[in-house]
């Protein structure tokens, strides 16, 4: 009994030594080469259609603004994928998206087809579904080559501006891969990309917002529109601040704001009612307030804003696009077959009705 | 001793994942699977109730005691092996989901197979193990994980991403009557109480089974979040184009001030915990039963030594296990699966009614 148990455990530890053949699968951190960034444009080249760029971070032993080293390779290629395996000729390091944060979109391959692009990104195994997207204005290249001087490690500048951790910026929208690719296949929830623009080549301007169908731009919103879409789409888990709302000689900060809406039916005439309520503080104004009454103040600033949002709202209606998922709330509310087509039919000409409650809590530190 | 039922139950349902289980649920959204979501506490508390109720009568003794009182020697050692073949065939469908998975995920580079011999070495090395330290290993293993699988599951569902209007379209798909695959996955998550045909060897006389209503409330609600949260982060259409939906959906949730920022490997590691005690439960349990099978072998919970037969019977799962491995891919092993999860629960309920009925009428034991 003893002699088969002793042999049993040998053969175990024999079949144990088999494993480490395989080698080593993994490559150390220092013969890794991390992308920080990637950027996707059209070349404008009919055989080789997609320019891929990637910021490859080179680690420096400082920590400090400005220090910040990287590099960059850019190839023009038939697919993506075939891209970066010739990207792989260019550098000495195995390439790892593993840390790639940020997919830029050029605005040019926007306006044409996504869907291979993300086809891609969702098929690799090692990009992040929470890796921030967003359109790069002129082309994704040359807002990738911005090096900001404040910048501390490679990267970290755009991705700042999107998280929640530096800059609180109420026209900024930040959309995550999984995210953005929910919204690109779900009925009647249409994805919204921020479009990204360099700043004399030392920064970044983040204040649009471009609206998509299920493949292409359909719209591109304003500073001020983007502003209001990110209030009525009540994307507010980052920021306290929630922008600010301008009237005659007049701005309030919007400090708290809640905003929900439904879909009504009343004779025979669809009306997608948006609810919202906020609490501002006023920021800038020319007349002294603190001791006049607020109320005329507060509808007159409430009448304005659902005023604005209304010509924001048929804007995007007109674009016969959905970012704000009515659509979806449409199906949730209403079970059985054909839905979507009555949705397709109606909202093309349901109208609108924008109800604000605007509370004025205090006029800042003085009168 | 009741909690250790309730790990039993806990940990088969919390396996549904590695099972397939969403996935099926998720194939079927629009054809029924709201509605097998919902029969299926009902099935699931009238079986355990009926088993539970019917173990009692018959303490200290597993399955093959049982029936070895009241059946042929023949049809009790077909019966025992056809049972074992079914744990077997789950744990390896479970350790080669996660082999993949592993190569998918944490390691690209190395061969799958590789990762597979390991996997099924060392929880075969566990399956040898007496009755009773198995039992206390699905002790440590519940404790220290699902706290963490509870912190994730909360942090889904509360965060914002989670789209209310999505899940509320397929719940609107209520109507549909349910076809058998997904009623058969979504009765797997009560099917933890099925352990007891063998860990009832454990359990003392005049033991008795207490909050047994909590069990369906618990299973519909992990239910509910293995269906509906995946579908809720990934839209109604999206959804169906992932083959992974739960490491997708830990993918898109992160930690900002974790020490890992990616919930994914948090989750992955939690779930390989889980994979390798679960195939080495399973294993010993199927090896109990093939045990059972042989005229001469006395059930024993807590040999201090583990007998030769144990290594010999855990040594032929493994070649198995790695031969499955080897003749079948990631698409086969699914249509497999659903088709065990539906045999599955024809071959429970007809142990159940069974020995349900063996414990009323008290034969007289041949």
Redesign the interface.
Known sequence: MRKILCRIRSLVLVLLLVVPLGGCGFKDIDKRFFVVGTGLDLSGNKEKPYRITIQLAIPSPKIEPGTSKFQFETIDAVSIAEGLRMLKAYVDKELDFGHCRIFLIGESLARQNITPVLDWMKRRRDIQMVAMMAIGKPDAASVLKIKPISEQYPGNALLLSFGADGTESSYNYAESLSGFSRRLTERGFDPALAIVKGDKKLGYIINEIALMDKQRIKLILSPDESQMFNQLASRFTKASMHGIFRHQKMVVAINQLHSRFRIENRDDQDVIKVNMRMKTVVEESAASLFDKDLKPIESELEKSYEAEANKLLVKIQKANVDPLGFGLRYLAMHSGDQNWERWQQLYPEASFQVNVRLIIEGTGLIR | MNRYFFYLFLFVALMNIMLFVPHILVDNRFEGSVAAILISPIFGSIMIYMFTNAMARFPGQGLPEIFAQFFPRWFVSVYMFFYAMMYWFSSTVVAMAFAVLIN??F?????VL?IM??MV?ASG?AATRSTLTVMLLLEIIIIINVPIILFIMFKMVTS??L????I??VA??I?HWPNLASIAAATYIFTGYINLSLFNRLFPPNFRFKLLWTYPILGLLILLVTFFVPIG??????IS??IYLWT?TA????M?YGFI??VMFLFLIVFLNLSLVYTATAWHQAMEFIKGCMPSMKPETDSPKAP?TN?VII?LFTAASVLYMVFTNEKMNLAITTVWLILRMFTEVMTVVTVFILSRRRLVPR
């Open positions: 998918r995920f390691n690209p580079h190395a061969n590789i011999v390991v070495l090395y914002p991403q789209n209310l209007d999505s509320h379209v609107n798909y109507g982060f990934h839209g109604t259409q999206g184009q992932y997708i993918d898109s949730l992160m900002q920022e990616r030769i290594y040594g």
